[in-house]
C-alpha cells in the first residue's frame, strides 16, 4: 500500500456535512486566534518572571499585572485551541489522527503539562502577597508551556510526513506500539512560533498603557515607560522573528519554490511590514501607546496571514500525496450548518457585551456603572440565549414526538 | 486504522476513561455553580445582605481557578485521549457532529469570557450589570450540557440516524431527555455539595448557615430527582443495552449507583437541619460520594453500548461492520475475511502482512493489537487481561482458542473475528502462547 492509498483509505467514510472549504477557513481562524493567545501567555510569564528578578524596576512593577494576563489568556488559548482541533480533524483526519497516535505519550503528557503549567501559573500569580507567588512557580510555568510548545511543535510536523509514518512504527520484530518517542523537530519552525510572544507581550504592554492611561488613578509615568519598553521589545523581537522567518524559508523542501508562493511571499511581506511598522513606533514615536490599536490590527492582520500561510504550506506538503481537503465525500447537512451559523452571530453579540463591559469597568477607577443602552444589550444578550435554548428544545420535543412517539 | 497505543495493564481506553471521569468533577461544577451564585447574588440584592456577595465572590474564585484549569484543560484531554483510545470512533462522531461540537464551542468562549468577567467585576459594576454577567454564564454553561448530552446519547441510542443520516436525527434520540434531565438535577446537587464546602471555611456565621442550608436542600433535591430521572433512563434503554447491564455491571458498580447518592442524601439531610456543623472533610467526602456515583453511571453507560463504539456501525475495535446507506458507507467485514485483516490494515510492518511459519506469533500479536488490544490488555493483570480468561476456557492447544473465536460473533458484547482463517489461527496461537 503506498501513501497515497494509505491516506486515502485512512479518510472517515461518512465525509463532511459541509463545504471542506468552510472548515478550512474556520480552522485558519480559530489557530491565528490561538495561537495570538498562546503568544500572550508565553510573552507575559516570560516579562513578568523576567520582572521579578530585576527588583526595583518598572518590569518588576509590572510583574503581577502581566502574571493575572498569563492566567486569562492560557484560559482564552485553551478554549479557542478547541476550534482548529475540532476543525482539523474534519479536514486533515488521517495525518491528525496517525501523528497523535505515533506519539500518543507525548500527547497524554501534553495534557497532564498544561495542567501543570496553567496552576503553576496561578501560583505564581497569587500565590504570595499581593499577587507575587513564589518565582519557582513563575520559571516551572514558562518552562512546561514551553514543554507544551515541543510536543505540539513536533505533532505538526509528524503530521506533515506520512511517507515517515510505517518506519516509525516499526520496531524490531513488530509494531512500535509505546506512543514514546517523538519524531520530529524543526528549529526555525519551532522558533518561529515562539519568538512572536515577545512580540506580542510588547505591543500588549502598549496596548496596557493606552488603556489605563484615561484611569483617574493611573500612574502616567510608569504607562509612558511602559509603553515605551513594550515598543522595544515588540521591535527587537519582531526583527528577530523575520531573521527566524527567512531561516525556515530556506529549510523547506527545495523542490517546493517558497519563492514562487504568493502565500509565503505574502506572509514574509506581512512580517516586513509589521518589522518597518514597529521600527517606526520604536525610534520615531514619542508616545508610543498613541500607536497601541494600530500595531494592535496590524499584528492581528500579521498573524492571520501567517496562518494562512502555514495552512498554504501544509497543503503543499500533502499534496505531494495527491492528498487535497476536497477529497472528503461531501454529505450537505444543513440543519446542522444553520445551527451553527445561527449561534455563532449570536455568540458574537453575547461575547461582545461581556467584553464591554470588561473594557469599560477596568478603565474607571471605582466603581462603575452602566449606561441605558449596555443594560438593553445585557437584557438581549440573555434573551438571545433563552430563545436559542427554547427554540432547540421546541424541535426536539417535535422530533421527539414525531419519531419516539410519547 | 491507525497506529495502536499499547498501555500495558489499563489500555488506551481506560487512560480516556480516567481523563473523562477526573473532567466531571470541574465540568459539572462550571455547568452548576453560577445558578446557585445568581440566587445568592439576587437575595443579597434584595434583602441587602452584603455578606451573601463575599461568599459569591469566594465560591466564583474556586470556579475560575479549579473549574478552569483542570476542567478546561481534562475536557481538551478528553480529545486527545479518544484521539489515542479510538481514532476512527472519534473521527466519526466529528464527521457527524462537527457542528455540534462547534456550537457547543460558542457557548465554550461564552462561558470562559464569562467567568473571568463575572469574577473580576464583583464589587466594581452595579448590581444589575453584574447579575446580568451572572445569568448569562449560567445559561451558557448549562447549554453546553444540553449539546454534549445529545451527542453522549447518540453513542448508544442513534435513532433514526442511522436510516437517514440526519444530525438532529441521531441528536434527539429515545434517551436523549431523560438523560439531560437527570445531568441537569445532578448539577444542582453538584452545585449545592461544592457550595457546602466553600461555605464550611466561610466567616459570617449567619451566611454560612444559610448557605449551607440553601445548598443542602439544592443537593438533596437533585440527588432526588436525577434519581427519578435515571429510572426513566434505564426503562427507554434498548433491549440490547438492558442485557449488557444484566451481564457486564458489576456488582460493585450497582452498588455504588445506589448507595452513594442515598449516603449523600443522608448527609446533606444532616446538613440541612444542623448547617453550623458543616466541616470541610466531610463536605469533600460528600464530593466525592456523588463523583463515585456518577462515575459508576459512566462507567455503565459506556459498558452497555459494547461491542460497538457506535452503534450498528463501528465496532469498538473500530472496524466498520454495519452498512450505513445514508452515508454511502459499507461494511469492512467482507473485504477484511476476504483479504485479511494484515493487509487491510496500513499500520502493520511489511513482513508480518502474510502469517508463515517463522512469523505466526508475531502476525498473531499484530492481529491482537488492532482487534483485541481495545478492550484487554495482554499482560495477566490489568484491564480485562486475556492470559487468565484464556486459561479459564480450559484451552489445550490453539485450535481450542481458535474455535472460541469462531464463536464470538455470539456473544452479545463482542465483536466478533474478523480476517482470514490463517489469520485467526495466527491470533489463536498468540493467545495460547501468552495464557501459558
Known sequence: MDTAAMLKMLQDPMGVPFFPQVFDALMVLTFALHILCVNLTLGALAVAVWGRLRPGTGWDRLSPALARTATASVSAAIVLGVAPLLFVQVIYDPFWYAANLLSADWVIGFVLVMIAAFWSAYLFYLGGKENRGPLAYGFLSLGLFVVAGVIMHALSVQLLHPEKWLGWYQSVGGAETSGSALHAFEPARFLHFMIPALTVIGIYMMFYAWYLEPRADADRAHLDWTAKAGAGLAFWSALAQGAVGAWWLLTLPKDFHFYRSPFLMGGAGLGIVMIALLAHIRFGAKRPQAFAWPAALMMLVTVLGMATTREALRQVYVGVFGYTIHGHRLTLDWASTVLFSGTFVMGVSVIAYQMSVAFLCGRKAGKWEAGPRLQAWGRISIGLLIAWIAVVAGLGVVLTLRQHGL | ?436
Open chain 2, 1 to 436: 486504522m491507525y497506529p495502536i497505543w499499547e498501555v500495558p495493564h489499563l489500555t488506551a481506553g481506560l487512560v480516556l476513561a480516567l481523563i473523562a471521569t477526573i473532567h466531571i468533577l470541574p465540568s459539572h461544577l462550571s455547568t452548576s455553580a453560577m445558578w446557585l451564585n445568581v440566587y445568592l447574588e439576587r437575595k443579597s440584592l434584595k434583602e441587602n445582605r452584603p455578606e451573601l456577595m463575599a461568599f459569591v465572590k469566594r465560591f466564583s474564585k474556586m470556579i475560575l481557578i479549579f473549574a478552569y484549569v483542570f476542567g478546561s484543560m481534562t475536557g481538551v484531554g478528553i480529545w486527545f485521549a479518544a484521539t489515542t483510545a479510538a481514532p476512527r470512533g472519534i473521527s466519526g462522531l466529528i464527521h457527524n457532529y462537527v457542528w455540534g461540537w462547534a456550537t457547543e464551542w460558542v457557548f465554550f468562549l461564552i462561558e470562559v469570557g464569562g467567568i473571568y468577567v463575572y469574577y473580576y467585576t464583583i464589587d466594581k459594576v452595579d448590581p444589575k450589570t453584574h447579575l446580568k454577567l451572572g445569568w448569562i454564564f449560567a445559561l451558557a454553561s448549562w447549554t453546553t450540557m444540553v449539546i454534549i448530552v445529545g451527542i453522549l446519547t447518540f453513542m448508544l441510542t442513534p435513532g433514526h440516524w442511522a436510516a437517514t443520516g440526519n444530525f438532529f436525527d441521531g441528536f434527539f434520540n429515545q434517551t436523549y431527555w431523560p438523560q439531560l434531565l437527570m445531568r441537569t438535577t445532578a448539577m444542582f446537587a453538584i452545585a449545592g455539595a461544592y457550595a457546602v464546602a466553600v461555605a464550611a471555611g466561610f466567616g459570617d456565621l449567619k451566611a454560612r448557615r444559610e448557605i449551607v442550608r440553601t445548598a443542602s436542600t439544592w443537593a438533596i433535591a437533585g440527588l432526588a430527582l436525577s434519581s427519578l430521572a435515571f429510572l426513566w433512563y434505564r426503562a427507554v434503554l434498548p433491549d440490547a443495552a438492558l442485557a449488557n447491564l444484566a451481564a457486564l455491571a458489576t456488582p460493585g458498580l450497582r452498588a455504588v449507583m445506589v448507595w452513594a447518592p442515598a449516603l449523600a442524601v443522608a448527609y446533606f439531610a444532616v446538613m440541612a437541619a444542623k448547617p453550623s456543623w458543616a466541616r470541610l472533610v466531610p463536605a469533600l467526602l460528600a464530593i466525592g460520594l456523588i463523583f463515585s456515583g456518577i462515575f459508576s453511571f459512566e462507567r455503565v453507560r459506556e459498558l452497555i453500548r459494547k461491542p460497538f463504539v457506535i452503534p450498528g456501525y463501528m465496532y469498538s475495535n473500530q472496524i466498520i461492520a454495519g452498512d450505513l446507506p445514508a452515508k454511502g458507507v459499507q461494511s469492512e467485514l467482507p473485504e477484511i475475511d476476504r483479504e485479511g485483516i494484515l493487509h487491510y490494515a496500513p499500520f502493520v510492518p511489511p513482513d508480518l502482512r502474510d502469517v508463515t511459519d517463522a512469523n505466526r506469533l508475531r502476525a498473531g500479536r499484530m492481529v491482537a493489537l488492532i482487534e483485541c488490544a481495545a478492550c484487554h490488555t495482554f499482560q495477566e493483570t490489568g484491564l480485562r487481561p486475556l492470559p487468565p480468561r484464556i486459561r479459564k476456557l480450559g484451552a489445550t492447544g490453539p485450535g481450542d482458542v481458535a474455535e472460541v473465536l469462531d464463536a464470538l460473533g455470539a456473544i452479545p458484547y463482542m465483536p466478533q473475528f474478523a480476517g482470514t482463517d490463517a489469520e485467526k489461527q495466527a491470533l489463536a496461537a498468540y493467545l495460547f502462547s501468552i495464557s501459558k
